[in-house]
């Protein structure tokens, strides 16, 4: 059975960094492609960034371009979102999705708060 596993949430400091990690399992997904969604409290869950295989295409939101990094390790399922320059305007559950055999998949969500 399909599972992710989102962890690497915590509180951070402003201008500070965070490493998400997500841990698949149940398949071999290396030529699916992944991504980070994020909802903060009171609005829409909003696209965060995606890697569509382990040929490294990437594309992020305008909000987080230049601040964070998407990345893949396929031998450990796993794909990571490398977050710096944190503001606060981050603040969201955090969660992973993986799109595989044309239905999606998502973690249960990590919390990421950053403080002033």
């Known amino acids: 059975q399909v599972q992710l596993v989102e962890s690497g949430g915590g509180l951070v400091q402003a201008g500070g960094s965070l490493r998400l990690s997500c841990a698949a399992s149940?398949?071999?997904?290396?030529?699916?492609?992944m991504g980070w969604f994020r909802q903060a409290p009171g609005k829409e869950r909003e696209f965060v960034a995606v890697i569509r295989w382990s040929g490294g295409s990437t594309s992020y939101a305008d909000s987080v371009k230049g601040r964070f990094t998407i990345s893949r390790d396929n031998a450990k399922n796993t794909v990571y979102l490398q977050m710096n320059s944190l503001k606060a305007e981050d603040t969201a559950v955090y969660y992973c999705n993986l799109r595989y055999l044309w239905r999606d998949y998502w973690g249960q969500g990590t919390q990421v708060t950053v403080s002033s």
């Open positions: 149940g398949g071999t997904f290396s030529r699916y492609a």
